[in-house]
Every structure is written in C-alpha cells, then in structure tokens.
C-alpha cells in the first residue's frame, strides 16, 4: 500500500477531526437529536460510537498482531452531561493516538479488512481511523446544520483509502466484469476493476476518462463501464451514502453503482 499521506500528517489530521466532531457536538441544542445521515442514531449514540470506537481501535493497536480485535479494558461509559462527554471523547481520541504514536506505521495489528491492497499495520489503521472521523464528523455537523466539505487533503486520501481498504477483495464479482472511475477535481483519478478476480483499484495518471484498455485491462474485462466526477469530498460521501451518488456528474452505466452499494463479498 502506497499511502499519500505521511504517518504523522494522518496523526495531525484525526486529531482535527476529532476537534471538530466534538465542536459540532457542543453547538447542538440537544444531544438527543436524530442524525440525518444515521437516523437509527441520536447526537448522543454517535459520540459513544465515537468514543468507544476509538479506545477499542487503541487497545487493539497496542495488543499489536492478535486473531480477534482487542477490547478496551474498564473503559468509563460515555457521561450524558455534555462537558463530561467532550472530556471523554477528546481522552478517547489521545488513547488512539497514543497507541499510534508508540506502535509506528509498521507494526502489525488486527483489522477486519482484506490485505489485498491495505495491510494489517498501524499505519493502515490510522489512515481508515482518519475516514471515520472524517465522515462522523459530517455526520454531526449536518444534524447540528452547518455540514462542512471534507477538508481536500483528507478527502483525496479518502477516496483510495475506501476503494484499497473497504472494496478491495479477491471475492468474486457477481456479475459481468466492469470498470468504474473516480475523478477528483482536485486532479486525481483512479480505476476499480471488478471480475471474476475480485475487486482492484489503480491510480490513473490523470483526470479524464480513459479506454479501459489504456489502464492495462484485457478489453473483455471492460465489458461495463461507469465514472462519477466530483470534489474529492462529494466522492467519499457518495461512497459512504452520506450523498446520492446522482449529485455527481455520472457517465456510463449507473446501475454499475448500484451493484458496488449492494455487493457484499463475505456472502
């Protein structure tokens, strides 16, 4: 896995996003709001996620390569008194980020996910641990009303993280092979490959569609094709459904999109 952002620069940015999720937080007028993008989720239930997501993530970096993730041992509840509760979720994300200070990009740990394109290591969980908090912290900026772009350089790193950490796999693809490309106006493109194979994505040198045959694709394996352009925000909340994917400017198949949303390749 080649990363684009650097081990410390994905330190930096959980930490502010971090403080802008409990920002939104505190500007609410109640915490038991309903979350627009998580409506089975009150203000409150997505800062426990929150909290509790992320000292589980500490305790399971510190355990370093283990069969099963790791539990955060006597944790404290999330307190319901707002000031308490932004107290625990600033320790939660320390405890994180303090077990990836000590643990570095390169030591091992366990993740759920596959290591066909993001490996099982400290670093690959600090750059998917920096989408979740980028994507929750949208989450409660929209239900507080004031929802923010993703800031450009988290959003760029997210786009590949989500398609090398959370679509790559060696299932199959059920249905007929296809291409689907991404384009950041930011200047940024990359190509998922769906066959028989799995699912694989591969940057491509430049924005701008491109024959499949020019990514190095056998010209059967592009027998559908699809690409969405946006900001690099609006791809990775289209990708997390925070977005219709309809607000994106669209070429080819869309039913393409639709497949990719509904394919689950642990079934």
């Known amino acids: 896995m080649t990363m684009t952002l650097e081990f410390p620069v994905l330190l930096r940015l959980i930490d502010e996003r971090s403080t802008a999720f409990r920002a939104a ?3 609410a007028p109640s915490l038991d709001v309903q979350v627009p993008t998580c409506p089975e989720w009150t203000l409150f239930d997505l800062a426990q996620h929150i909290g509790d997501g992320r000292r589980d993530w500490a305790a ?12 955060a ?3 404290p509840a999330a307190p319901r008194e707002r000031e308490a509760l932004l107290a ?8 994180l980020l303090d077990a990836l200070r000590k643990a570095g990009p390169d030591r091992g740990c366990w993740a ?3 290591t066909l394109q993001s490996p099982h290591t400290a670093g690959a969980v600090a750059r998917h641990q920096l989408q979740q908090m980028a994507v929750h912290t949208y989450d409660a ?3 507080v009303g004031a929802p923010q772009p993703l800031p450009a350089e988290v959003a760029l790193d997210g786009v590949e993280e989500f398609l090398f950490t959370c679509v790559a796999t060696t299932s199959a693809w059920p249905h007929k092979p296809a291409a689907i490309d991404f ?9 998922l490959s769906l066959s028989a194979d799995g699912a694989r994505t591969a940057r491509l040198p430049g924005p701008g569609t491109m024959p499949a045959t020019a990514a190095g694709q056998d010209p059967d394996a592009a027998a559908a094709f699809f690409s969405t352009r946006g900001t690099a925000s609006e791809l990775v909340l289209s990708l997390y459904d925070r977005i219709p994917v309809n607000s994106l400017k669209l070429d080819g198949d869309r039913r393409l999109f639709e497949q990719l949303s509904a394919w689950d390749p642990s079934e």
Do not use: D, F, M, Y
């Open 112 to 114: 759920w996910w596959e």
């Open 25 to 27: 937080v505190a500007s």
């Open 141 to 143: 900026q929209i239900t």
């Open 73 to 75: 041992e006597g944790a």
């Open 88 to 95: 625990w979720l600033a320790e939660s994300t320390e405890q």
């Open 183 to 191: 384009h950041a106006s930011e200047g940024r493109s990359w190509r």
């Open 60 to 71: 399971t970096v510190a355990a370093g390569p283990a069969p099963a993730k790791s539990a």
